[in-house]
């Protein structure tokens, strides 16, 4: 949990003495730039049968001398409330100095599993599935820093039609050489080509899936070790977008056991057959098929006894998916909660993909561009960028900038838009330096530590606080309220959006308040509210995946 002076929640408290029924959902921030929080006197107003001036003037009864309380005014229906910014930037600048960051954490002793990625290992990871990765891994971070104990999980298939097929390629066209990815893409490429006009491809993939399903553990092994190459692949790719998996399931493992056998009896009672193929029936009377006709598992069977394993050992449940896997999920749910009674608390957070404008990708057509390519992209166009706005640097340093913007402007364009949304990637709004983008808040950052780097010293003070400071100060107070939001409704993108508004307070105080020649006592207070900007764009940054840099 998140350890901060917490003014909602001091305000609720306090009205409630006036009005017992007040609830904390009636407090919140301000979004017309007129107060700090809104107190809404709807619910209230009704229940009681009292106007606004009449909840004012009751609540101005408790209120009103508070340390904390500048002032307070009616607006319509609502109260607008101002926090005393002196006694906001006093808790900014005591828990930066003494604690080393706002706000505090306490860790939670909740653990908690974020599946995201999972994507099939038969080729490299590509633009179209970058979205599910990064969004996983800032709800991970998000969470982390609330204080939860978080573990990324991917859930490696080696066990579908897709990797059958993926091996079958690589030994009717490669049997004998040594597996490498582009090695075994070509051949996965190939083999879907031919697989119209030659049936005996079908014939044998038919036949790798029996012999897999019987417990074949020797075709296991070497179909794993196929799908490591391009899991490997996969996590390399990861790794230079800042995304790290903690822990890998196989889809194998649950084969070997015997437990798809357990799960599939478990479900006796309401078990019903077609050809074969077993099902049960979901609320809506359609089918869910658990076992194929020719007894081989699926899906969605070995999908259930993965969550039954994160079910021993996590309290939170959490499962990032495209939103083409939407109806896959509502019926994991119904079974998990309502057939099997798991009591883990489980979310489902979906995401629409990630296109360039050339459209839909495909690894088996061949036509996908992968992570490596849009990265490598990217850092052609951010180094032309970065070489026009310092001709100054040396050509090793103007590289090393140019990872770092290409980087995180990958991320921060794809994080900030809402998961629901889709996305097309555009380098002119990745990298504009002047826009809603990373370059725009790395250039901040570089700007607030040269700040600091020329100017003097002094004690901050708390007093006679400016317009921009304040409008300042209450955004970097807002921070922890942001990671709950996000923490939440498992949404990154709020604080993306966040951080744009902190840049953007910071960049109006850096034009209207000048920290070096400023008196000894407006520097020292400025000085210290720079720090304390430095300090949370570093901590957000760290949620979003953004490389930080002194110079730019």
Not at 26 to 43: E, I, K, L, M, P
Not at 277 to 287: C, T, V
Request: charged share 30%; aromatic share 10%; with cysteine.
């Amino acid at each position: 949990m998140l350890l901060f002076e917490d003014y909602r929640k001091k305000i609720t408290d306090d009205i409630k003495i006036a009005y017992p029924d007040v609830e904390e959902s009636d407090v919140g921030f301000d979004r017309t730039g007129h107060a700090d929080f809104t107190f809404r006197t709807f619910r209230i107003a009704k229940s009681t049968g009292r106007k606004a001036e009449q909840i004012l003037s009751d609540i101005s009864a408790v209120l009103s001398g508070k340390p904390y309380i500048e002032s307070m005014a009616i607006d319509g229906p609502y109260i607008n409330i101002k926090i005393n910014p002196s006694v906001m930037f006093r808790e900014l600048d005591e828990s930066v100095e003494l604690k080393g960051q706002f706000p505090d954490t306490f860790q939670d002793p909740e653990r908690v599993s974020v599946e995201h990625t999972s994507t099939n290992p038969t080729g490299p990871l590509h633009v179209g599935r970058l979205r599910n990765a990064l969004l996983g891994d800032s709800i991970a971070r998000i969470l982390g820093r609330y204080g939860y104990r978080v573990t990324t999980q991917y859930f490696v298939n080696d066990s579908g039609r897709q990797i059958m097929a993926l091996y079958e390629a690589y030994r009717r066209y490669n049997s004998g050489k040594k597996p490498d990815m582009e090695t075994i893409l070509s051949s996965y490429q190939r083999i879907y080509g031919e697989m119209e006009n030659d049936p005996t491809i079908e014939l044998a993939i038919k036949d790798l899936m029996n012999r897999y399903e019987n417990g074949d553990a020797e075709l296991m092994d070497r179909i794993k070790s196929i799908a490591s190459v391009a899991l490997d692949n996969i996590n390399t790719s990861l790794k230079k977008m800042g995304v790290k998996m903690d822990d890998y399931t196989w889809e194998s493992d649950f084969i070997r056991t015997g437990e798809l056998v357990e799960i599939v009896d478990s479900f006796s009672e309401m078990l019903k057959e077609e050809d074969g193929a077993k099902y049960i029936l979901n609320p809506s009377n359609e089918k869910i098929f658990l076992r194929r006709g020719n007894g081989t598992s699926l899906y969605f069977t070995r999908d259930i006894a993965y969550h039954k394993y994160k079910a021993r050992t996590y309290d939170w449940i959490i499962d990032i998916l495209g939103e083409d896997h939407k109806g896959h999920a509502k019926n994991l749910e119904f079974v998990l909660k309502n057939l099997m009674e798991m009591p883990n608390h489980i979310d489902f957070v979906f995401n629409a993909y990630v296109s360039l404008e050339t459209g839909k990708m495909s690894t088996r057509k061949g036509n996908a561009v992968t992570i490596d390519e849009l990265l490598e992209r990217t850092q052609e166009e951010a180094l032309k960028i970065v070489s026009e706005k310092r001709p100054d640097l040396p050509r090793g340093k103007l590289e090393s900038i140019s990872a770092s913007v290409a980087k995180s402007s990958i991320r921060f364009n794809i994080i900030r838009i809402n998961a629901n949304k889709q996305v097309v990637f555009r380098w002119s709004e990745a990298l504009n330096f002047e826009g809603d983008s990373a370059p725009y808040i790395m250039y901040s950052y570089a700007r607030a530590c040269g700040i600091l780097k020329h100017a003097g010293s002094g004690k901050p003070n708390y007093d006679n606080i400016v317009a921009q400071e304040r409008d300042l100060i209450v955004t970097m107070y807002q921070y922890p309220y942001r990671i709950m939001e996000a923490k939440n409704s498992l949404r990154p993108d709020i604080i993306a959006n966040y951080t744009l508004d902190l840049v953007k307070k910071f960049n109006d105080f850096y034009r209207e308040c000048p920290v070096a020649s400023s008196d000894a006592r407006t520097m020292g207070k400025r000085i210290r509210l720079v720090e304390i900007y430095k300090s949370i764009i570093e901590d957000v940054s760290k949620l979003l995946g953004i490389d930080l840099l002194e110079e730019m």
